[in-house]
């Protein structure tokens, strides 16, 4: 068995950040308020103040802060990212969570010392590939896409003999994360390198025939009536008509919770757990850190893992253990 589950938390905002660690997060992961992160949403990220200022604040309650400099610059434009890496450097952050082979390149150079960690947007989902980050960059941890069941988790512990990270709750997420053009074929906007899916300023709900219908682009991803909440228009879990009847085409609304497979995740050799969540609010924040805390605490003490009360943060009100348990099909 390992050592105690590392609790890793998302903070969109200086708040959030405060939020999560005084709700017992472990670590807490951010990211710089320009394209160079995978969250690039307005009112979000941290401009470098106040970075300076949360990681002296994670330091000083004995916790640890990882910067997220996790898209893709465009061929000969890298001058944000290589901006990014300098001040995560300069401000003494405990890792930098990448994905782009060349920006592993110019941080592994210009900072052999700085700790890195493989992404999920790099999309590393066998030993092979995963083992070649380590061994041209020195990687100390892996982000694990949510494909693998525990069983293969296990096992790919044992393959790469690194530290995995692997999502505890959030968004389900797609099977080819880090490879997702969807949305900017309907704005013009890259979630890979402008780091915004579905950026807001292209966004719109228009009301039709006693329906609302939310559009991305000029495009309707979703159709809701009266007594169905309008969810955010993602291409990736819009309804779709096909064959002429009206479905989730590539993903459900659901969220992912991994509460009562805890243990199981931890004998499996996990190192570390990720809520996903960066855009959404500090009380979200500390609701969901609050209840994982409380229920690693509870398995280190050799008790039972208590049962969920998560269900109203899941997103569409559902949970799963997706791909965790029974593995994809």
């Not at 401000?91 to 493989?118: C, E, F, N, Q, W």
């Amino acid at each position: 068995m390992t050592a105690c589950l590392e609790l890793v938390a998302p903070a969109g905002t200086p708040a959030a950040a405060r939020a999560a660690i005084e709700a017992g997060a472990d670590t807490i992961y951010c990211g710089f308020r320009d394209c160079t992160n995978a969250r690039n949403y307005p009112s979000l990220n941290f401009d470098l103040q106040e970075m300076e200022e949360t990681v002296a604040f994670a330091h000083d309650k004995g916790k640890k802060l990882l910067v997220a400099i996790n898209s893709f610059p465009r061929a000969g434009e890298p001058e944000a990212w290589h901006k990014a890496i300098d001040n995560a450097a300069s401000l003494g952050v405990d890792a930098v969570i990448m994905a782009d082979i060349g920006l592993l390149d110019y941080a592994t150079s210009k900072y052999p010392d700085m700790r890195r960690h493989l992404s999920v947007q790099a999309a590393a989902s066998n030993a092979p590939s995963i083992s070649f980050y380590r061994e041209n960059f020195d990687i100390k941890r892996v982000v694990l896409p949510r494909i693998f069941s525990v069983e293969e988790i296990k096992i790919m512990v044992e393959e790469i003999d690194l530290e995995t990270e692997v999502f505890c709750f959030g968004s389900v997420g797609t099977m080819s994360e880090g490879r997702c053009f969807l949305s900017s074929y309907m704005t013009g906007m890259s979630p890979s390198s402008d780091g915004v899916c579905a950026p807001a300023q292209h966004v719109t709900y228009e009301e039709k025939e006693g329906c609302t219908h939310s559009c991305l682009g000029g495009t309707t991803l979703n159709c809701f009536g009266a007594d169905e909440p309008a969810a955010y228009p993602t291409p990736c879990k819009g309804r779709y008509l096909v064959n002429e009847k009206s479905t989730y085409l590539f993903e459900e609304p659901v969220g992912w919770n991994t509460l009562e497979i805890l243990p199981q995740l931890k004998a499996a050799g996990v190192t570390a757990l990720k809520i996903e969540g960066r855009q959404r609010s500090r009380a979200y924040v500390a609701q969901v850190v609050g209840t994982f805390r409380k229920a690693l605490d509870a398995m280190e003490r050799g008790e039972e893992v208590g049962a969920s009360d998560l269900h109203t943060l899941a997103e569409g009100s559902k949970q799963t253990t997706g791909a965790y348990k029974k593995g994809w099909k």
